[in-house]
């Protein structure tokens, strides 16, 4: 526990479980406002599109000549994005998939936000980092990390926006230079640790900390370090507030899956079988997060920019993703929390032009969050000093045949979730949910971790996840879709 702190293998395009993003084809241009631009659309008029954001103005100093070969590292990640939002951040996508590189079968390894951000900092699974809840963020050790690593290797490192939740404001960040850390976090006029002190900063959440990530990386102008630059923002977590001028914007139409729309759920677990969220909740939720990533499309185009005028754009490593999915009332779940691919599924994209990984590839390896600190290390030639549970995905020898995901009943949810495992493979997942919570102090103590209820989806040929194998199922039938096998190596893996 650690102490608290003082004041790319196989390419090919996926198939069979892959879904493609709704709206993915809708043109940049019906990212509509009003034509007045008051933010209230105007009958009868065709829509046209959203105003170009302000930006930053650009240095004149001319950079200083680097001679530390290693890359920069700037890490976007963003809160609660699930799949299917590639239209509201096409510019990010034309660049850092378009022309790096798409991991298409990315997940997150606890889909809740401060577990999933502690494995994305130190490359280990939840029950190896002790950050099993929201409310427990002292909890991950920081000599872990890979800020710490990269910081001590002689990196620049900063943190822009959103860290752990539950941290204390007070508390600087270990291990980084600079930083403008928002606890709690919100979308306008936020509460803010600026290097040291607490105020409260006006403006829009995304623009706040974009500008500060801007002002770090045109530091790199007079220092010639390598950097890294952690930037978090609040979008797309709910209560979703859109930037204003973004607030009415149209979105593509949005059918829903066959998983919002299934009808029998007696093979899902008791709790699921009474979630009752309809369709119309669930579009309603997809169109507030798209509107608030909006602007998130806005600053990655503006941090291309930015490394472009540095001179810095081939040799930066530059990596996007969520902290997790959510379901938009996939099996009536308007949430996360759930071993289902809307919950577990994220974006992930990756560029490297200097190494060679700018060229529009999709890589179909199973990630996760945990492969994201070996990764930087791999690229800044840093031996990690401590465990991890994941691999750099820039060896393409790396590979699995199965990746964990977990999750831990907590105080936070009054319906009986129950804490579960699951193992998702190449074309197969094998779930279980056990009688175990969370006590007042964040740790798996209460139940007798009994096994309640057990799930087995062919994702190949049910990559909706409408028919558990495993309902009404004999020893027979399980023999023959493994599962006996399948419940040792889930065991072995949540003891390991």
């Not at 390894?109 to 427990?136: E, F, K, Q, W």
């Not at 608030?292 to 600053?299: G, I, N, P």
């Not at 492969?371 to 290390?377: E, N, S």
């Not at 393409?396 to 979730?417: C, F, G, K, V």
Request: charged share 25%; net charge neutral; glycine share 8%.
């Amino acid at each position: 526990m650690g102490e608290k702190q003082p004041g790319p293998g196989r390419r090919a395009v996926l198939t069979g479980a892959a879904v493609v993003a709704a709206g993915a084809a809708v043109p940049l241009a019906l990212r509509a406002v009003d034509d007045d631009g008051s933010g209230t659309p105007v009958p009868g008029r065709t829509a046209r599109a959203a105003p170009v954001a302000s930006r930053p103005p650009v240095s004149s100093v001319s950079p200083l000549p680097r001679t530390d070969p290693r890359p920069n590292i700037l890490f976007v990640l963003t809160d609660d994005q699930p799949k299917e939002t590639d239209w509201a951040v096409r510019r990010t996508a034309d660049w850092l998939g378009g022309q790096g590189v798409t991991f298409a079968r990315a997940h997150a390894n606890t889909p809740l936000c401060a577990p999933s951000r502690a494995s994305i900092m130190s490359g280990r699974y939840a029950h190896h980092h002790g950050v099993l809840d929201t409310r427990h963020p002292y909890h991950l050790d920081q000599h872990t990390t890979v800020q710490r690593q990269l910081h001590e290797a002689g990196y620049r490192t900063g943190l822009f926006g959103k860290y752990l939740n539950y941290w204390h404001t007070g508390d600087n960040p270990p291990h980084f230079d600079e930083w403008l850390l928002q606890e709690p976090v919100a979308y306008y006029n936020g509460h803010y640790n600026d290097n040291g002190t607490v105020r409260n900063i006006p403006g829009y959440n995304t623009h706040v900390i974009r500008d500060r990530a801007l002002a770090f990386i045109d530091g790199s102008r007079t220092d010639t370090r390598p950097w890294f630059a952690y930037v978090a923002t609040r979008s797309a977590h709910e209560l979703n507030i859109p930037e204003r001028k973004y607030a009415h914007t149209r979105v593509p139409e949005w059918p829903g899956r066959p998983s919002v729309y299934e009808s029998d759920k007696s093979d899902k677990p008791p709790f699921l079988r009474k979630a009752d969220h309809t369709y119309a909740q669930g579009k309603a939720l997809r169109t507030r997060q798209l509107r608030t990533l909006l602007s998130v499309d806005d600053a990655v185009r503006d941090f291309q920019d930015k490394l472009r005028a540095v001179g810095q754009l081939e040799n930066t490593l530059v990596v996007y993703t969520s902290d997790h999915g959510l379901c938009w009332a996939d099996h009536g779940w308007l949430r996360k929390s759930v071993p289902y691919r809307p919950g577990l599924e994220v974006p992930f994209w990756l560029s490297w032009p200097a190494r060679g990984l700018g060229k529009g590839t999709v890589d179909d390896r199973l990630t996760g969050h945990v492969d994201i600190a070996p990764t930087f290390l791999d690229a800044a030639g840093i031996t990690p000093d401590t465990p991890h549970d994941g691999h750099s995905l820039l060896d393409t020898r790396n590979d699995r045949d199965r990746l964990l995901a977990e999750w831990w009943w907590n105080r936070q949810d009054q319906e009986p979730i129950h804490t579960w495992a699951t193992h998702i493979g190449r074309s197969t997942q094998y779930t279980e949910y056990y009688r175990t919570r969370l006590d007042g102090q964040g740790a798996p103590t209460q139940g007798d971790g009994a096994v309640l209820f057990r799930e087995f989806y062919d994702l190949a040929a049910d990559p909706y996840q409408l028919t558990n194998l495993l309902h009404g199922a004999t020893a027979g039938q399980e023999a023959a879709l493994g599962v006996p096998e399948a419940a040792k190596r889930l065991a072995a893996a949540r003891r390991a």
